[in-house]
């Protein structure tokens, strides 16, 4: 029996309605539902549009049923179809259904939200865990202040109470306004609006000491916090207005410098090598707020200013993941922090641009920055979150209906509800975080890496500027004079260090047959006094002489190079040490290339001819301008010799993500530091 044709469109009404019905149940996407829902809009017989509409009833009343047994808000739940959209596995829903998205979905932002003890830090983990699995060339940054992932392996971790940073800008921007573009973000911090002046005032003070130092000193040093603190105590004010604003600028520099030394030194760790590889830093030791939202923005406007001038992308390439994060970026505690806008709106929105997803893991939802809110576009909720404050921001970042917020308060330890912006499932996707089991308890050290820090001086401290000098080349010096009758500790150390100045200090210490407290204290004068500078090569100490301690002895100053005193000792001890190999017919120390006065700090020539150039590498600035000198030269080998190993790695890292050089310029590039510059000379291998 035909279905009459005067029912059609009534049959045609009660079969859209009852599809309706199942696309907002999420039943529609089921392949069998769906085959059912067809065979009943393209049959004409009565009998089968009867039995398929009944068949779909059914399905709607055993689905009614389930909701009622077993009752969850967050129904309908999402169809297999639309939460399987990419490789990366976030969690599994309520049914058992995985939910899989795109990872460059992510680059938008995420914040993790839940309270201590509900598995928002194994989620981190689990985080972690799939970012590696599916991109494994991506770096992950974490800012981990509660030292809960120490024991997360193939990361490198880093001790933040034994770090220094300086205010070194990335290559690619100009340092002088890159440290004066920050100002206003830090006074924002601050809360020092109107103390801004001051801190501008300071910036200028410390540049001119900066510059006067370096011309007088040939020394390569840094600009720090400590600097600008230093500067601002020479400012005169009068105004009883004016002292107001000077003195909450000093408390506020004061509390940012703290205890530790994270903001001052002549030299730190170069925020381009820390971000190089996947990096644990532990920032247990920072208790100040103001010490941690400084070093977020400090890092994020870093990164800012190296990504501000790329090109646009959305595939992810950096991770910087913040736990605990309302320390580092929640809202200002003063009367008008609603009114104002935070720098870190912008900052945000460029860094998605360039490929780096920022993840903010917080216990309170209601202190995160507003700015940091609104550039977020993922939230994922993991066990049951307090407070009505916190439960609003949640609805209205999710849409949720009050049933559903109210939900929310009895979520159990690792029940999660998740919401992705660009998903095809458009609404929140309720489930379990994926169970992760406790990290092996391996005891991972923090490394070491105080041999990449200068110690902090006032830039004030400036040596007599030296006079030229004719270049000698440093190997054991004889100028035919006895050895003089020297008297103080001092005295000995600085004529040693003269006459042998590629020992290490075990080989000074030995040959003056000095205790480890003499020689201690003879260091710390003769560097206190401009004679002497100390320098780590790995594991490898060394103690420079300065121009001054060759005046002293009236030596001829040794250093082809006024620039600075540490890259023209470590190019003569590359030279030094080439000089030993057999193989070479040739060493020789800054060799003219092209006709501007560019030089090649070492190079060789060995008895087939093979010429290689040597480029001394003490931190990773300057390496384009370096390499671009080096093209279209006839040179076999390029060799960057740095200090350390650490060095090395960073150098290497920053040429293989370069696009800047041309590939037959970098496949003759190679990477060594100097010890295994001397492991390769004892085995036989340059």
Known sequence: MRVPISQLDEYAKDLEDLRTELERRGLLYNSGVGSLVKSANVTFSQAIYDSVTGRLRLILEAHKTECLRKPDEFREYGPEQLLSQGDFYLMEQMDGVPFQIDLNKLVTGMLVLGPQGSGKSRFIIHLVNEFSRVKPNVNITII??????????????????????DCTSPSNANQKNFVYEFMPIFANVCSLIFSLDFINQAVDIAHSQLQQYTNQTGEETALCFQDIHAALLTIKVKNFRQIGYHDAAKTALSLILG???????????????????????????????????????????WLYQRAKNLPETKEIKHVIIIDDATRFIGIAHQYDANKRTSPLGHILAVLRSAGICVVFATQIASQIDPAVLSLSRNMIVVGNINGEENLRVIQSFMSLTPAQKNAVLRFQTRETLAFISGSAWRFPVHGWAPFVEDLPTQNIPCEDYSNLIVSWHPLTEIPQKETEQVPVAPETINNEQPTPNLKSFVDKLVWDCINYPNDKVTGHIARLDFSVRIYETAMNAAIQNGYLLR?????????????????????????????????SFYVQLAAHILKKDAMLSKVQTETSIGSKGATIDVTSIDKSGKMTAYEITLSTSNLLSNAAKLQDTAYEKIV?????????????????????????????????????LSSQMKKGKT
């Open 144 to 165: 981990d202040p509660k030292n809960g992932f120490r024991n997360l392996p193939d990361f490198r971790h880093l001790d933040l109470g034994k770090a220094s940073f």
């Open 259 to 301: 205890r530790q030394n994270l903001f001052t030194c002549r030299k730190g760790l170069s925020l381009e090598w820390l971000f190089s590889e996947n990096t644990v830093i532990n920032a247990r030791c920072l208790t100040n707020e103001m010490q941690c939202k400084m070093l977020i923005n400090f890092m994020l406007y």
């Open 535 to 567: 320098s780590m090569s790995g594991k490898s100490v060394y103690l420079i002489a300065t121009p001054k301690a060759y005046e002293k002895f009236n030596f001829s100053c040794p250093y082809e190079r006024n620039a600075s005193i540490e890259h």
């Open 640 to 676: 960057w010799l740095c200090k350390d190993a650490a060095t090395s790695k960073a150098v290497k890292a920053y040429f293989n993500k370069s696009s800047a050089l041309p590939e037959d310029l970098t496949a003759k590039f190679e990477y060594l530091h100097f010890s295994k």
